[in-house]
């Protein structure tokens, strides 16, 4: 299976996306994780992909290769949408970020993003307002979590093996609201 | 008990580096090699690690390491490695005593450099092994493998990564807890014939190298990493590195010869290889440096014309050759992106203390020789007050060219403080001493930003977070010969307007060390007091969007013109924007 995570510095995809591939791991999979970050503290785009699977070669994924397409940011879905292959899922975080050409003024706003996501991804799209959901759920800076439960529906994995996955990687301390945004994703992707 | 944990090629090296005995690493920063040393140096009590200034000084200490008789790493990106050929092309030579492994990684495509140059080149320059690891595990063995080589050899040894290996994460079966290596230093042997390059001693060494490259080459035809996949033998691949990968994802039916040790190439493994299959055909990454040696071997290679020269290779390009090979590739179908989004390029952050220099050298219509680090950023609009970039300290020696070549007008060299003492000390040297007029600029926010906030000698720790000296660097500029030398805070916008006119203005050389910690580094972007604009008091003129803030937005329209809004989530409160501004509008938040 091969995923997409996009989206913009300071979101916590490369967390995401370690903890994607820990569980697969821990499912006893062949697991590649390739990113491209080198910009990611100033503002510039994210991207992380994961394949899981028998035995990974590539670690990149090509245009048209995406089962799903992870965007943290709307306008970062519309950018990627290349990687995701006919029919693969989309699972679209309800946040714009505007990036400093459109702040600035040099490059115009996209118009009416959530009409352009449907008419870009139809019914394969399934969006998730992760900040609401995790301030609702304890603390916001766990919305990469939100996510990672909401992507966590779409994957192989049972719900366990990604808590056990998380376990392994986020400080104690902090593991219960993280859980629980986790959790908030999950239930948000999973009610109709 | 051994099991398989989750390492980037970078992290699985310098636990290899740990594993295998090494004590002494050396580095100098560079995407995607940073990693390396940042892991070795969470093994700080085993081995003893630094941030050298520069990469030709970390290849310097491992040369002395591996003389003294220790297993030592240096670690660098591909164009740290032009700047340490000097120390490594005469100790090759000379030849290592303790095992030293030479880490150079790679940026094709550029996500993050200059410039793409292939390392493998300069390595079979230097006449020495490369190994290429195509993920992790292999860069785990491999280094391993690298410091035996190296002392069997008495050779340094290179592995050379690339950023799809470098910054991807895969599956190494390790044991974490295993007892390191004991490996007993060789001790130091005062031996001057076979350590002191003089000609009369060079000349044997240069014999000797010849000798050491051909027995390298029958060790390379017996290696387990140069191993064959049989398969289908109407095609045969030789490949290398993460090239290796693509080749297994789009061609798995065919036979492989995989080369992990690829220089000294071993020729002959090659021949017999190719006798076994149709056609025989080269994958690599950048230079054709395994294609035109077997070539010139007099073994046939298929004229590949889907071309692979240079950027990124990915399994796309990989399946364009398969069409050309083959005529049965169909790329997926892919959908399109939206016409006309907007760019994200990165920015200076919200708050950067280079700002404020950019705004008004661009104000005072001054030429930029510029130089690397975040502050490169200070090209792109609104403030483009940068007019060239070549490498790291080129900005010093080509402004002192651009005034010998008789050009108009202000010159300045911009260069951040690591950059600086990486390669800026000894350009500076030659303004004062060829008598040049230019001033240079110092952006000093005492830490190597670019790379990830890593020490450098004027931020006071090292990198095991030991204090020490911190470098004066006024001090030093004026020991080598510069009399206008000052600082000026880098948020004070009046005060180095004033400065910097004089100084560009003045007859001689001239330093000014804008100081301004980096905000990202200090944390001083946390829990900081925004800044608002009072909506009556802006006239919409414009002028602090010229300073190219992120957190500076557009608000209400007013005709043509927009009235600026600040994000209070993105904004620090630097100030530098309320000093711009000419009405009064912009103020702390009370
Ligand atoms: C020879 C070489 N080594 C390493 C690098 C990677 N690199 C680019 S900029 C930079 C450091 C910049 O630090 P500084 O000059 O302090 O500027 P800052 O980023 O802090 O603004 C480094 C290490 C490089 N481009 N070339
Ligand atoms: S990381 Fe520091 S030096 Fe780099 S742009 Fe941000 S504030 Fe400036
Ligand atoms: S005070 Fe002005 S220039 Fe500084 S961070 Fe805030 S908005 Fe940007």
New interface residues.
């Given amino acids: 299976m091969n995923i997409s995570l996009v989206g ?1 510095g300071g979101q916590g995809i490369l967390l995401t996306s ?1 903890i994607l ?2 569980t697969a ?1 821990l499912a006893g999979m ?10 990611a ?5 994210v991207i992380s992909q994961v394949r899981f699977g028998a035995r ?5 994924i ?4 995406s089962d799903i397409l992870v965007a943290f940011e709307k ?2 879905a ?5 990687l ?3 029919g693969g899922k989309a699972l679209v975080n309800n946040q714009e970020i ?13 118009e009416n993003p959530d009409s ?1 996501l449907g008419e ?1 991804f139809g019914d394969s799209l399934s969006t998730i307002n992760a900040a609401a959901l995790s301030s609702e759920a304890g603390n916001p800076r766990t919305a990469n979590m939100v996510i990672a439960g909401a992507l966590s529906t779409l994957t192989p994995f049972t719900a366990d093996l990604w808590h056990e996955a998380m376990a392994g990687r986020i400080p104690a301390k902090l593991l219960d609201v993280n859980l629980k945004a986790f959790e908030a994703g999950r239930a948000a992707i999973s009610a109709p | 008990m051994e099991h ?1 944990v ?1 390492l980037s090629a970078n992290e699985a090296v310098a636990q290899a580096a740990y594993h295998a005995g090494c004590t002494v690493a050396a580095a100098y920063p560079g ?2 090699s940073t990693e390396v040393m940042e892991n070795i140096a969470k093994l700080k009590d085993a081995i003893r690690c630094e941030w050298s200034v520069n990469e030709k000084v970390a290849a310097e200490v491992a040369i002395g390491a591996s003389l003294a008789g220790a297993r030592t790493l240096v670690a660098m990106k591909h164009v740290g490695l032009n700047v340490a050929m000097d120390p490594i092309m005469t100790f090759t030579f000379v030849g290592a005593v303790g095992g030293m492994v030479v880490i150079v990684a790679d940026d094709p495509g550029m ?2 450099s200059q410039n793409e140059q292939d390392s493998r080149v300069l390595a079979k320059f230097a006449r020495v092994p490369v190994f290429e690891p195509s ?1 992790s595990q292999e860069a785990y063995d491999m280094t391993h493998a690298a410091f035996d080589l190296s002392e069997q050899f008495e050779v340094p040894v290179f592995i050379r990564l690339t ?2 290996t470098s ?5 190494v079966n390790i044991d974490p807890d295993a007892p390191r290596k004991e490996v007993v230093s060789k001790g130091y042997t005062k031996d001057i014939i076979r350590n002191v390059a003089v000609p009369a001693y060079a000349r044997p060494m240069r014999a000797r190298v010849e000798k050491r490259t051909e027995a390298l080459r029958n060790f390379a035809a017996n290696s387990e990493f140069n191993r064959v996949e049989k398969g289908d033998n109407h095609l045969g691949f030789v490949t290398a590195g ?1 090239s290796y ?2 080749v ?2 789009v061609f798995p039916e065919f036979s492989v010869l995989k080369l992990g040790l690829s220089n000294p190439l071993p020729v002959e493994t090659i021949r017999n290889f190719a006798a076994t299959v149709d056609r025989l055909v080269v994958v690599e990454e950048l230079d054709p440096l395994l294609e035109e040696q077997i070539r010139a071997a007099g073994i046939a290679v298929v004229d590949v014309k889907t071309p692979l020269r240079m950027m990124e290779l ?3 390009r990989i ?1 364009a050759l398969r069409q050309e090979l083959l005529g049965d590739a169909t ?8 016409d ?10 919200a708050g950067c203390s280079h700002r404020g220099v950019f705004y008004i050298l661009a104000k005072l219509k001054a030429t930029v020789a510029g130089d690397i680090g ?1 502050y490169t ?1 200070g090209a792109f ?2 403030l483009s007050a940068m007019d060239t970039t070549i490498c790291m300290g080129a900005s010093i020696g080509s402004a002192l060219g651009m005034e010998k070549a008789g050009m108009d007008g202000r010159i300045a060299a911009v260069i951040g403080d690591s950059t600086f003492l990486h390669s800026g000390i000894t350009g500076l040297l030659n303004v004062a001493y060829n008598r040049g007029t230019i001033t240079t600029v110092i952006l000093d926010n005492s830490i190597t930003a670019m790379t ?1 906030h890593q020490k450098n000698p004027g931020s006071g720790t090292t990198i095991t977070g030991a204090e020490t000296v911190t470098i004066d660097i006024a001090a030093i500029c004026r020991a080598v010969g510069i009399k206008r030398v000052c600082e000026v805070d880098a948020y004070n916008l009046a005060e180095l307007e004033r400065v910097l006119k004089e100084e560009l203005d003045a007859p001689e050389a001239s330093v000014v060390i804008a100081k301004g910690p980096c905000v ?1 580094a200090t944390k001083a972007n946390v829990g900081a007091t925004p800044y608002v604009v009072d909506p009556n008091k802006c006239t919409a003129c414009g002028l602090c ?1 010229k300073l ?1 803030c ?1 957190a ?3 608000g209400e329209a007013v005709g043509k013109r ?1 009235k600026s809004a600040i ?1 209070p989530a993105a904004c620090i409160g630097c100030d530098q924007c309320r000093q711009v501004c000419k009405f009064n509008a912009i103020s702390p938040r009370s």
């Fill in positions: 913009v370690e591939s820990r791991a062949d697991v590649k994780k390739s990113e491209i970050h080198g910009m503290q100033r503002g510039g785009s990974v070669f590539s670690p990149i090509i245009n048209g290769m306008t970062e519309l950018r990627w949408r290349p995701l292959k006919a505007l990036p400093i050409t459109v702040s600035s003024g040099q490059q115009p706003a996209v352009k870009f | 398989k989750l995407t995607p996500h993050s993920d950023t799809r910054h991807a994460s895969t599956l993460i990968q693509y297994k994802e990915n399994p796309m399946t790329p997926p179908p892919v959908q399109s992106t939206l006309g989004l907007p760019n994200r390029p990165p920015v200076l952050c975040c950023l609009a609104p990830g990202i969007f190219g992120p500076i937005l557009r927009f994000d």
